[in-house]
């Protein structure tokens, strides 16, 4: 039965780091898109970053120069170092896998992507 379970998140000052961890099992992690998704209140969880095994990375605007994801297939996990953060970084992170795609445009959509942990939270405090 796959797996995801993240960690890492909790409360920071605007400008302050943290690193999101997440762990796979129950499925061949080295063959899975990875990607790190965020949810507010009354949004549509959003796409945040993405690796493939290659590693090929996605950012979205919002988070690039400030956020690295990256992976580690011999361990089964996938991070995410969020830096420079602001209120607007704020919200539910979740890691998600996705068994591969067919074209550029179908790399971590978030209907198409098989796998989901339950999340971890980040707040974003003065």
């Known amino acids: 039965q796959a797996q995801l379970v993240e960690s890492g998140g909790g409360s920071v000052q605007p400008g302050g780091s943290l690193r999101l961890s997440c762990k796979g099992s129950g499925f061949v992690f080295r063959h899975y898109v990875m990607g790190w998704f965020r949810q507010t209140p009354g949004k549509e969880r959003e796409l945040i970053s993405c690796?493939?095994?290659?590693?090929?990375?996605i950012y979205a605007d919002s988070v690039k120069g400030r956020f690295t994801i990256s992976r580690d297939n011999a361990k089964n996990m996938v991070y995410l170092q969020m830096d420079n953060l602001t209120p607007d970084d704020a919200g539910i992170y979740y890691c998600?896998?996705?068994?591969?795609?067919?074209?550029?445009?179908?790399?971590?959509?978030?209907?198409?992507?098989?796998?989901w942990g339950n999340g971890t939270p980040v707040t974003i405090s003065s």
């Open positions: 690796i493939t095994s290659t590693p090929r990375r």
């Open positions: 998600s896998a996705q068994d591969g795609f067919q074209t550029a445009q179908e790399m971590c959509q978030t209907h198409l992507m098989n796998y």
